[in-house]
């Protein structure tokens, strides 16, 4: 990026799991949204720097005080440490964005953040301050809108981000959503991980295995309905590296998420105006990271059919869909308009 006194605009998704940017400079980043600082002396002897961001701090965990700071999608209460943590997340995004945030030739930044639809206002206030030094303009949307923005889908469609934290909806009808328009739900990647645990130790008592274990498992081989081969994985098992199936476990783990999906998309259906519910049910669309579990388009667009039928779909970059279509307000919106669009 060329230094100069321009104003940039960034989009972020600030997600419980993975964070992304995208910046009109063209820059695109996402990262795990860990951050973790040494233990003590051995550990900054080994790390050689005074924080870790991303990936590197998930691999180098266990000489740091990790910290996953954003709980179902927003800034947890209570705790410096976890405020601190968020900041260098956005700080990190930035750099990695090629933003200078220091000197004369600092750019201005205006950042569009998506949260969860229904986050609530002390949340929100938190974010606030810790983009604060940041960022020179703020505007927070829910983050189904900025999907829904980012594809031009503004009218008769329904959006469904599924991250780790938070299931997000939103009814777009040609306007700014309102309160009616949204819903959130706690269910979704990180509920489906708690079960598979549960599930897991349940069949294999005896295996050992992590939290970072199950994630990396659902990541690689999420699914829903049927599935042709077995899904095994290598856990030691009294010190013995051994190959388990955890078939069953997988699928029962993905599908709970889905009756209480199913019914917030369908509560939600039900409430558009009659003479478009068939037009929405048949553009509904899902994003974020869990959009990525097999079967999941299949099975909602199943649960439509008893309300005569309906097509799900998931974005085409579901890793970038939140940060993109942040970064489409942040440039289409107006000086006058960012309070309007405030959440």
């Not at 295996?207 to 498992?217: K, V």
């Not at 959009?291 to 667009?301: D, M, R, T, V, Y």
Request: charge should be negative.
């Amino acid at each position: 990026m060329e230094e100069t006194n321009e104003t940039l605009c960034l989009g972020i998704d600030l997600g419980t799991s993975r964070s992304s940017v995208s910046a009109s400079n063209g820059e695109r980043h996402v990262i795990d949204s860990y951050v973790g600082w040494p233990v003590d002396m051995v550990a900054r002897k080994l790390v050689k720097k005074p924080v870790m961001v991303g990936r590197e701090a998930l691999d180098n965990r266990p000489m740091l005080d990790l910290r996953r700071p954003l709980e179902r999608g927003i800034m947890k209460d209570g705790s410096e440490k976890d405020q601190e943590a968020v900041q260098e997340i956005l700080r990190h995004l930035l750099s990695l964005a090629g933003i200078k945030q220091k000197g004369k030739n600092k750019a201005k930044v205006r950042a569009v953040v998506g949260v969860p639809a229904e986050a609530f206002r002390v949340s929100r206030q938190n974010l606030r301050n810790a983009l604060e030094g940041i960022a020179d303009s703020v505007m927070l949307v829910s983050e189904p809108f900025a999907v829904a923005y980012g594809l031009e889908a503004l009218l008769h469609a329904l959006v469904i981000d599924i991250g780790a934290g938070t299931a997000d909806f939103c009814v777009m009808q040609g306007r700014y959503p309102i309160d009616e328009d949204q819903k959130t739900l706690s269910t979704a990647g990180d509920s489906i991980d708690e079960q598979l645990v549960k599930l897991v130790r349940e069949r294999h008592p005896d295996a050992q295995f992590s939290i970072h274990m199950i994630r990396e498992w659902k990541e690689k081989s999420s699914f829903v309905g049927e599935r042709k081969d077995r899904l095994m994985v290598s856990v030691p098992i009294k010190g013995k590296e051994t190959e388990v199936d955890i078939t069953s476990e997988m699928r029962a783990a993905c599908e709970s998420i889905l009756p209480p999906v199913c019914e917030t998309m369908i509560a939600l259906l039900t409430k558009v105006e009659p003479e478009f519910q068939s037009k929405v049910r048949n553009n509904v669309i899902i994003a974020g990271g869990s959009s990525l579990i097999s079967g999941l388009p299949e099975a909602l667009s199943k649960a439509l059919d008893e309300l005569g039928g309906g097509r799900a779909t998931v974005v085409h970059d579901p890793v970038f869909a939140g940060s993109d279509g942040s970064l489409a307000i942040a440039r289409d919106a107006p000086s006058s308009d960012w309070e309007k669009l405030s959440l």
